[in-house]
């Protein structure tokens, strides 16, 4: 599966695209209120990131357990510290609404948690390299 994001930034408009499998998809984000960059700061998408994975994870895996899922809320919390600084005390909570017996919604839960794949690709650390620097004038 290959995914990339886009964003196109110039005073008060603020533009991203995200594709999967050449299936691109534009999201609604406005720019910030002085017009230069995103309202929506990185630290957030992150952590939207990670609830966004956990929430659709439970919904996948509860269909190959043949579970019934109703509604799943993600909450992520954390800090980030100055400029450059990585997130720590990155923490989530998840709430699961099933006709499924409990002990098999935890199980389920818990299941997830070791799957999903934005948690463990923070948890393992990844590659992230800028390959590539253009500038142009306007």
Known sequence: MRISARVEN?????RATVETNEQQKSLTIPAKPEGLGSAVNG????FLALATCYC?????EAAKRGL???????????EFGGPGDPAKNIEYRASVESDAPR???LALMRH?????????????????TLVDCQV???
């Open 68 to 78: 019934s899922v109703s509604r799943v809320g993600v909450e992520v919390n954390g």
């Open 112 to 128: 997830t948690d070791t799957v999903a794949e934005i948690q463990n690709t923070l948890r393992h650390s990844s590659t992230v």
């Open 136 to 138: 142009t004038n306007p």
């Open 56 to 60: 659709n994870d439970i919904y996948r």
């Open 43 to 46: 630290g957030e998408f992150l």
């Open 103 to 105: 002990e098999e919604v």
């Open 10 to 14: 110039t005073r008060g408009d603020h």
